[in-house]
């Protein structure tokens, strides 16, 4: 695709449900990143995966969050049990290799909102 | 310790001035990039300018400019004649080479709030 594309860009949950995000990172790219933004903050990094693999989960915050990659393009992150402090945007970006100087290009997001 | 310190919550500028958004990171890799990007309210992010530790010159690109400073570890963003569309949020970003503690990963500033008046 032309862009990084994330799905749905607003979900309204209650607590306790379960929720997934999706992601369609750009064409090619290899590497691919969640990341979690409350108002007012920067991105706070969840994960990253290199093609299927996740190469860094160290962001995520507990057992409830998961993410998968199973061929190495969409990739969807997974929330159980929600909770009203994981209301937040996140976001999702790929780049094509993943090297240092690869600026990521970022999806409109999904707005998470747990009541 | 955080890896990105932006001390600045909010600036402010006036149309057609220049403004420079600070940044500090902490690494101890050599090999690193450093990058701007740029939020409106919209949510998007926006990439705006990217500098890598070995590159000898301040990178460049239109009116954004990077003042690098290795040896203090700053990387601000020099805004030349600013636009109100450049009212938004600013993110400095890291990402460290293989021998950082955090490699392959994009790790964000908490932001400046740039606003510009006519």
């Known amino acids: 695709g032309a862009g990084v594309s994330q ?5 309204v949950t209650e607590k306790g449900k379960y929720v997934e995000l999706r992601c369609d990172p750009i064409s090619g790219h290899t590497a691919l990143y969640w990341y979690r933004q409350s108002l007012g903050q920067g991105p706070e990094f969840l994960i990253y995966f290199q093609g299927t693999g996740a190469a860094d989960d160290s962001g995520l915050p507990n057992d409830r969050f998961f993410a998968v990659r199973p061929e190495g393009s969409v990739s969807t992150l997974k929330i159980q049990r929600t909770e009203r402090g994981d209301s937040a945007v996140y976001l999702c970006a790929s780049s094509l290799t993943g090297s240092t100087n690869e600026k990521l290009f970022f999806g ?3 707005q ?3 009541l | 310790a955080q890896k990105i310190t932006q001390t600045q919550p909010g600036m402010f500028v006036q149309e057609k001035e220049a403004v420079t958004l600070d940044c500090t990171y902490d690494t101890s890799d050599q090999s690193y990039g450093l990058f701007w990007y740029k939020q409106p309210s919209s949510g998007e992010m926006i990439f705006l300018i990217y500098q890598g530790s070995y590159d000898e ?5 239109g009116r954004y400019s990077l003042n690098f400073q290795k040896a203090r570890k700053s990387a601000n963003l020099v805004i030349s004649a600013s636009q109100l569309g450049d009212s ?5 970003a890291m990402r460290e080479g293989l021998g950082g503690t955090s490699y392959g990963k994009l790790t964000f500033g908490q932001g400046t709030i740039l ?3 006519p």
């Open chain 2, 88 to 92: 938004a949020m600013y993110f400095c």
């Open chain 1, 7 to 11: 799905t749905p860009s607003n979900k």
């Open chain 2, 115 to 117: 606003t510009v008046h």
């Open chain 2, 57 to 61: 010159q301040n990178a460049t690109e």
């Open chain 1, 108 to 110: 409109s997001g999904t």
């Open chain 1, 112 to 114: 998470l909102s747990v």
